[in-house]
């Protein structure tokens, strides 16, 4: 991957195929997680009120923490002082977290995809940066969650693994997505 570049009001850069292969399957998981398999029901037309009310209707009024510590990191509990609150926090607010997580992350799958694995530049129009980042954050969060990274102490024993370590692999993934999101704000500031 090459820096990101803005051109314009676009933000560019051209990734490998295996780099577009790694960073849509990563997205690809994050969506399954994030819309516990079923994205369909976080995602529709948003001006379709009645389609809408239907899915508010027929959720469920769950209020507990989630078991995976990974959506534990993206979702967390909002008081972890006052178990009520919490409960209360995550039923009225978690759906719609999710639903913009998946949102976005189909975003960066689109753009993805318009890449032709790997044979055309990364396009991103300016205004769905923000979108990009926020994905890239989550996914860097779920790697980072797998790799035991809680702190900057754990996040520089992960880059200084060595190469037969079983997590290396993660752990250059975890560096490689931390060198997109820096070099995309990077190119957003020039």
């Known amino acids: 991957m090459q820096r990101f570049k803005r051109k314009g009001g676009t933000i560019v850069t051209t990734l490998s195929a295996d780099e577009v292969e790694l960073l849509a399957s990563l997205v690809g998981q994050l969506v399954e997680m994030v819309s516990e398999g079923e994205p369909e029901q976080y995602s529709g037309p948003a001006d379709d009120s009645f389609a809408q009310w239907t899915r508010e209707l027929e959720q469920t009024d769950e209020t507990t923490e989630p078991a995976d510590p990974v959506l534990k ?10 178990a009520d609150a919490a409960a209360d926090f995550r039923r009225f607010t978690e759906r719609d977290l999710r639903a913009t ?50 702190d900057a102490g754990a996040a520089e024993e992960i880059a200084s693994i060595p190469p037969h370590d079983p997590r290396a692999f993660m752990a250059s993934v975890y560096e490689w997505l931390g060198f997109a999101q820096e070099t995309m704000i990077m190119a957003l500031d020039r």
């Open 73 to 82: 990191r993206l979702f967390p509990n909002a008081y972890p002082a006052d």
């Open 101 to 150: 997580k998946v949102t976005e992350a189909m975003a960066v799958l689109r753009r993805l995809g318009e890449t032709d694995h790997g044979r055309n530049p990364l396009r991103i129009p300016a205004q769905e940066t923000d979108a990009w980042l926020r994905t890239l954050t989550s996914v860097r969060l779920a790697v980072a969650t797998r790799l035991g990274v809680t």
